[in-house]
């Protein structure tokens, strides 16, 4: 403490905080790494007590390898680098005026290795433990000498204990699957640096024993039903019931505690179909199946196919039901009159008479962009309209606003929260990622639910694929899959995004994107690209003759420091003139993806998200550089106040 007084007088002290920084460490991190990707590479400022000395701010470190150098600033003492190294073996050095430097030799490699998870058993009883191992191994099966930072966990809420940060070797021990529940449980492994291909296993946990389902079978939606469960379990056991509807979505959970050996719940299902319920209390497993039919007509259902938005002369056939209260069809004879307001025309406008659910007439797109409303009345039921929005060509799909969504965000918020917030913020396109190089194509669920929803309400569907492209015809398979995808009722998405940030090889980027563009003929082809100033070096030449729309991924806030108005205007500007100049091109539009998630923090949110005014700054940079479209990376991330500037009035 610092005391200072005046003789005769006051005094005043204030306590002072002494650090001494000494060293600079690495922190763990992978020693194999993708040649050419971003890799993030963290230097912590220690102490002289070997600890974080978290007083250190403002300190430049240097970070070298080879000929290249970075330079950050400190902020409590780290420093975060965002680097992209060539293929070889080189030394990463951190250097700071008066601190001893720290060091850590890398192998960059073009190839991808597999990480492989091993447990010594496929099943365990509900309650029980087991190790699980993993290594690293190359093409042809051969340990990859290295070590490894890895992130492991478990689905269905069990745990990993004890998961290292790095594991080094062929064979290492990766933490203890703790697995209360019965069921199959997937472990998942990822390692840092790019090089290494995702790595899985899934183990059995055997149920401790049987619980017995009691209850109808068969309800009208809407109806309100009791289930009870029984079994050889302890009084005050909790029971969780899993209730899956038949759209394979997941409703919220149930719970109940057992007494006298029983436990009920109620539920209320509106979607007809078969649902399934999973019982669990105590290690305890049951199950029961409820059919759920229609109930009385109460509405008219229409939906477009493939979609409401549509190109000049384009056609959408129009899929008309009578509906319950909740929506679903009832298989009845249907008789229906059809009339249009504005332009294009219809196949058929008088009387229908159907013998249950199809189409009941195809609407053709006008030459001119516009909207139209399609009315179908049946006796006795309020009349049901759909507008169909007509777009001058494929590019105009993704102008205006849009919001991207990843699989996890669509299972965890569900179609009616993700498409009322696009109506409220004036959404006209959604991004959803349905495939990448190391998952394939796992998101036809998504699109199964979101695609009629999202279309019965005008908003266009973007297809989203993460092609690494180390395995190209692999990832042109996956592509093609997608884009040729249609859901059970006919529903097709607006077009396909594919995102490519790892092997930026120009042949094979360009070979991709002809195989891309071949697969979607004249549909909407969007590049997700990074920007210039970050990836100089980018093929955007090689995807030019392809892609319809660009959509640069500029994030700006890539360090831990506030940014200005006009140093975000700045970049997203820069970004943009960059990329047409790149290309060769001015002639594609582009769909701005701006920044609403924090870069540092592992759920997206956090004190280093993007302020209001940045979002504003971006949004302004794309709208003067001439951009069609704006859209944020992303809608679960983003703060309140992100997302109010982000979905205001104004911008492209």
């Known amino acids: 403490a610092v005391t200072a007084s005046v003789p005769g007088g006051p005094s005043r002290s204030i306590a002072l905080a002494v650090h001494t920084p000494t060293a600079l460490v690495l922190e ?225 959970v149930l719970t109940a505690t057992f007494s006298g050996g029983s436990a009920s719940i109620q539920l209320t299902p509106t979607l007809a179909g078969t649902w399934t319920l999973r019982a669990v209390a105590a290690g305890f497993l049951g199950t029961a199946t409820l059919k759920v039919a229609p109930g009385p007509a109460a509405q008219v259902v229409v939906h477009p196919l493939p979609t409401s938005i549509v190109l000049p002369g384009q056609q959408s056939r129009l899929y008309v039901a009578e509906g319950d209260a909740y929506g679903n069809p009832i298989q009845a004879p249907v008789h229906a009159n059809v009339t249009l307001d504005g332009a294009g025309t219809l196949s058929r406008s008088s009387a229908i008479a159907q013998s249950g659910p199809g189409v009941a007439t195809v609407y053709t797109a006008p030459p001119a962009p516009g909207t139209a409303t399609v009315t179908l009345s049946v006796p006795g039921l309020p009349p049901a309209l759909v507008t169909l929005r007509t777009v001058p060509n494929a590019a105009a799909v993704a102008a205006g606003k849009g919001m991207w969504l990843i699989y996890p965000d669509w299972r965890t918020e569900g179609t009616a929260a993700i498409l009322k917030a696009a109506q409220a913020a004036g959404i006209t396109h959604i991004y959803l990622e349905v495939a990448t190089s190391s998952d394939g194509f796992y998101g036809a669920p998504a699109l199964d639910d979101l695609l009629w929803q999202a279309h019965d309400d005008g908003i266009a569907v973007i297809s989203w694929v993460y092609a690494a492209l180390w395995r190209p015809a692999q990832d042109i398979a996956m592509t093609q899959a997608v884009a040729a995808y249609a859901a059970p009722l006919g529903d097709q998405a607006d077009g396909l995004a594919a995102d490519i940030e790892e092997n930026l090889d120009p042949a094979t980027v360009g070979a991709y994107g002809a195989m891309t563009r071949q697969a979607l003929g004249q549909g909407l082809f969007v590049g997700v690209t990074y920007p210039p100033q970050q990836m100089p070096d980018y093929p955007f ?53 701006a920044q609403t998630f924090d870069w540092f923090a592992g759920s997206g949110t956090g004190i280093f998200s993007p302020t209001p005014d940045e979002i504003s700054a971006a949004m302004a940079a794309a709208a003067a550089s001439g951009a069609e479209g704006v859209s944020f990376y992303r809608w679960t991330t983003a703060t309140p106040q992100e997302w109010a500037v982000a979905t205001a009035n104004g911008g492209p």
């Open 541 to 593: 030449s090689a995807l030019a003759p392809f892609v319809t729309v660009w959509a640069p991924m500029d994030y700006w806030h890539v360090t831990e420091r506030g940014f200005t108005y006009h140093t975000v205007y700045t970049w997203v500007a820069a970004s943009i003139a960059g990329i047409d100049a790149d290309a060769g091109t001015s002639a594609i539009p582009f769909d701005v993806i």
């Open 28 to 252: 763990p991190m992978s020693t194999v790494l993708s040649a050419g990707s971003t890799q993030s590479v963290t230097v912590d400022v220690n102490g002289a007590q070997g600890n974080l000395d978290t007083f250190d701010s403002g300190r430049t470190i240097e970070l070298a390898a080879g000929n290249s150098t970075w330079t950050a600033t400190d902020q409590q003492g780290t420093a975060t680098f965002a680097i992209q190294l060539p293929p070889g073996t080189t030394t990463l050095t951190a250097t700071a005026s008066g601190l001893t430097p720290a060091s850590q030799t890398v192998t960059a490699t073009p190839s991808t290795y597999s990480l492989v998870l091993s447990v010594p058993q496929g099943s365990i009883q509900a309650g029980g433990s087991e190790p699980v191992a993993a290594s690293v191994v190359d093409g042809s099966g051969n340990a990859v000498p290295g070590t490894f930072a890895i992130a492991i966990s478990a689905d269905g809420g069990d745990t990993v204990a004890g998961a290292p940060a790095t594991v080094t070797g062929a064979s290492a021990p990766a933490g203890t699957l703790q697995a209360p529940n019965p069921g199959k449980v997937t472990i998942t492994a990822t390692v840092g640096g790019g090089a290494v291909a995702e790595g899985s296993v899934t183990v059995h946990v055997v149920a401790a024993g049987t619980l017995t389902a009691a209850g109808p079978t068969r309800v009208t939606a809407g109806d309100t039903t009791s289930l009870t469960f029984s079994g050889n379990v302890a009084d005050g056991a909790a029971m969780t019931v899993v209730p899956t509807d038949p759209d394979g979505n997941h409703p919220p």
